[in-house]
């Protein structure tokens, strides 16, 4: 475990504390939710973001919504339960994690016997066991990354994209995972962080945790990867995903794409490190997967300062999706994998 862990996710008895992740590293600050309507506004303004951690966050959102539902009927109760479960649906599009953990949820619900008082603690117990069961998954998942990596005469200098850590987990995290075992065990020189244009999760977030404990970081701008490569400064490239596909196709923070790009053509491995929630077996290739487009001032304001001229028109997907053909392996809780074995590999143990 780090020597200060990070856990941006936690439920307090009537209430989540949720680390406020847009204003690290300026300032840390927490914020308390205790409606599932609050829970929803977080996700979708990203409070709370990375798609483990926004299951963790939304499957505590259905605990806050059904202690705001006033019967005592179970039908009643059920419906009412749904409707919350939807709108919290409705805040990502992209994160599969987000509509696993709502389901596992209204299933718990669906398939408790027992008074309305029962089921709500049966949904808290639910959520607690989503929340320390991803901590453990991101744990196995680094060790298994870990064991792949390039064996190399120098200490490893690993490159991410986007935060793929701690706060974009219960803990520990998926990609930065793999670079905490990485330090962990004394095999990690440096790792090198794209800024991640444009909400910058890359300089302000992933940097934040790897100062947090003593990990080496240097911030590059996601133009200069391709500089490093050529110079022979990176041995892996580790990303985290929003959504795989069955075939092996990885959506994750746009520029990863390109980032699995220049990594093949200077040969250097690019690995996608995930839960197997994050694996969709219900969408055949990665041309299946929704792509969130957000609000035009993230590409032309940073902070309060506007940085592009008036008059022009703006297209800002979130997201990109990676090519199963790109990907060295996928680290996961059960091991790491080629992109072909997935299905194979992993679909019995998601049943």
């Known amino acids: 475990m780090a020597a200060h862990p990070v856990y941006p996710v936690l439920w307090n008895g009537d209430r989540v504390t949720l680390i406020d992740q847009t204003r690290i590293p300026n300032e840390f600050s927490v914020v308390e939710i205790s409606r599932s309507d609050d829970m929803a506004q977080a996700i979708k303004t990203m409070i709370v973001r990375g798609a483990p951690a926004i299951g963790v966050a939304a499957a505590f959102g259905i605990c806050l919504g059904a202690r705001e539902i ?22 990502r599009p992209t994160a599969v994690n987000l509509f696993w953990a709502i389901d596992r949820m209204m299933k718990t619900a669906r398939q408790t016997l027992g008074s309305v008082e029962h089921l709500r603690q049966v ?24 064991a792949v990596l390039p064996q190399t005469p120098q200490k490893l200098r690993l490159l991410t994209h986007c935060n793929a ?6 803990g520990y995290g998926t990609a930065l995972g793999v ?15 794209d800024e991640t244009r444009p909400r910058l999760q890359g300089a302000k977030l992933t940097a934040w945790e790897c100062v947090q404990e003593g990990i080496p970081v ?5 133009s200069m990867a391709a500089h490093c490569m050529q110079r022979g400064m990176i041995d892996a490239v580790v990303v985290g995903a929003d959504r795989i596909a069955a075939n092996g196709d990885a959506a994750n923070k746009i520029g990863t794409y390109s980032l699995a790009l220049i990594a093949q053509a200077h040969q250097v491995p690019f690995y996608v490190a995930a839960p197997l929630s994050t694996i969709d077996f219900k969408i055949a290739s990665g041309e299946e997967i929704p792509i969130e487009e957000r609000d035009p001032s993230e590409i032309y304001q940073i902070g309060e300062t506007i940085i592009c001229t008036s008059g022009v028109e703006y297209y800002n997907p979130a997201f ?32």
């Open 123 to 146: 949904l808290v117990e639910t959520a607690q066991a989503i929340n320390q069961e991803d901590l453990a998954t991101c744990q196995a998942i680094g060790d298994h990354g870990l």
């Open 218 to 222: 240097t911030v590059i701008t996601d």
């Open 70 to 91: 006033q019967t005592q009927d179970r039908d009643r109760f059920l419906q009412d339960l749904e409707q919350i479960a939807d709108t919290l649906r409705a805040t």
């Open 179 to 193: 670079v905490r075992s990485a330090w962990r065990d004394g095999r990690l020189e440096r790792l090198y962080a």
């Open 165 to 170: 850590g701690a706060l974009a987990t219960a």
């Open 320 to 351: 990109d999706v990676t090519p199963a053909r790109l990907i060295a392996g996928i680290m996961t809780e059960f091991g790491v994998f080629a992109p072909a074995e997935l299905k194979d590999a992993l679909h019995q143990r998601s049943l």
